[in-house]
Structures are given as structure tokens and as C-alpha cells.
């Protein structure tokens, strides 16, 4: 596989990549997607932004943040702090 592909479900991103930024074993990546301990989130770009993806993965109080295009290419690569929520949810992040 390419680091990210494009599927019927959306976007595959090479766990290898997520487990870098977030400071986790590859390995483990897929387990802590299901019950939710990493989350993830998918934001389409609109006008100017049309054909670009933000790809934004959660774990613990940080971030990793995907910028990618039509043809499935990384334009740009982020990681921040993300504090959770009391109540367990993430901060908006528009």
C-alpha cells in the first residue's frame, strides 16, 4: 500500500504514518481505532479548498493532522496539542 488511498469508505492512511506521529506501535494502530481511543476525523475542502482533504487523527491530548489532495498525495503533515473535553469529547478545531 501507498502511505494513503482513497476506497469506497473513504481514506486508508498506512498505520505506519499514524503510529509515527502519535508515538504508538504500528501494531496496535487498528486496536485503538475501534473502541475509539485513537479517533479520527475527515474534513472535505469546499471553494478555493476544493480537492483537499484534512485527515485529523486523536489520541490521548495530541493531534496529527493529514493535508492531502485529489490523487491521494500529503501536502502537509501537523501535530498539536488537542486537550479532550471534561465529558471525554475533543475541542472543535475549525
Keep these: 500500500m501507498t502511505t494513503i488511498e482513497t476506497g ?3 481514506f ?3 498505520a505506519e504514518i499514524i503510529a509515527e506521529a502519535l508515538g504508538v506501535a504500528a501494531l496496535v494502530i487498528q486496536g485503538l481505532m475501534r ?6 476525523r475527515c474534513e472535505k475542502g469546499v471553494g478555493e479548498d476544493e480537492g483537499v482533504w484534512r485527515l485529523t487523527f486523536f ?3 495530541r493531534a496529527f493532522r493529514l493535508t492531502v ?3 491521494d498525495q500529503i501536502l502537509s503533515r ?3 496539542d488537542a486537550p ?3 465529558n471525554g469529547t475533543k475541542p472543535q478545531t475549525m
Aim: net charge negative; glycine share 4%.
Design 12 to 14: 486508508v492512511v498506512d
Design 35 to 40: 473502541p475509539n481511543v485513537i479517533s479520527s
Design 8 to 10: 469506497n469508505d473513504g
Design 78 to 80: 501537523a501535530q498539536f
Design 59 to 61: 489520541h490521548s491530548n
Design 69 to 71: 489532495d485529489n490523487t
Design 84 to 86: 479532550r473535553q471534561r
